[in-house]
């Protein structure tokens, strides 16, 4: 059973290297599939590594918690400006393709746990998570406006290079994560690390480096390629120093 987070992890990336090669409706499938076996790898792991009151802590705070910032969202804009979802992602309630809280649960767990390592003290360890997290959306979200999966009605201003985006969106995703990681923390389920995160550092780690590649060389983002990989950089690369150690 400790193998299932490899195997899932082979599957994601397997999902992601597909994308920039597909269109359309295979690739809004391919984007469908990459959530959903992200958030069973992340849920999983944290079951099978770190017991079931982690599992529950995880769902319970980034799943249901993104689904309620993400339903506010839709109905009043704040905090993430006034947007829409096409139909593109599956089915929706309040608005929020099912798909999008899953999302937060997929990357809120990794994130966490690098954080654990490269930051000592509770608030620290928020700080690093939450900052990993929300700059995460510099790739999220220049890539689903993109392929038209959501917009927004008023998208200024915007980051240079950037545009569809306003910048008051990735200050709402900061404090969102700043809340989520608070809520987890709080949980008192996993405070530090441990040898069976490994399959979670990996997903970290090519979730990082196979968006810069991929902004940059097959998604023609370079702005956003630029931007992610510095700010979130912030958050990953001091992780693999530990890692080296």
Request: charged letters at 10%; a positive charge; proline letters at 7%.
């Amino acid at each position: 059973m400790r193998a299932v987070p490899w195997v899932l992890l082979g599957g994601l990336v397997l999902a992601q290297i597909c994308y920039p090669l597909t269109h359309g409706g295979t690739r809004a499938g391919l984007t469908v599939a990459t959530v959903l076996i992200g958030v069973v790898l992340s849920v999983s792991h944290a079951w099978l590594f770190r017991g079931g009151r982690a599992a529950l802590a995880l769902a319970g705070t980034a799943m249901l918690g993104g689904f309620a910032v993400e339903a506010i969202g839709v109905a009043t804009g704040f905090p993430f400006g006034t947007y829409d979802y096409s139909g593109q992602l599956g089915p929706k309630l309040l608005g929020v393709p099912l798909i999008i809280p899953l999302a937060w649960t997929w990357m809120a767990w990794p994130a966490w746990l690098a954080a654990l390592r490269v930051a000592r003290g509770r608030a620290a360890r928020i700080a690093v998570a939450a900052g990993g997290l929300a700059a995460w959306d510099l790739f999220l979200d220049p890539q689903m406006v993109a392929e038209g999966y959501w917009r927004w009605h008023d998208p200024v201003p915007a980051l240079p290079g950037v545009p569809g985006i306003p910048i008051g969106n990735y200050l709402g995703w900061l404090g969102f994560a700043v809340l989520l990681m608070t809520l987890l923390s709080a949980a008192g389920t996993v405070s530090s690390p441990s040898p069976g995160d490994a399959p979670m550092l990996a997903l970290w780690l090519w979730t990082y480096f196979s968006s810069v590649l991929a902004h940059a060389v097959f998604l023609d983002l370079p702005a956003s390629a630029a931007w992610g990989g510095v700010l979130m950089g912030l958050a990953v690369l001091p992780s693999l120093k530990k890692l080296r150690r």
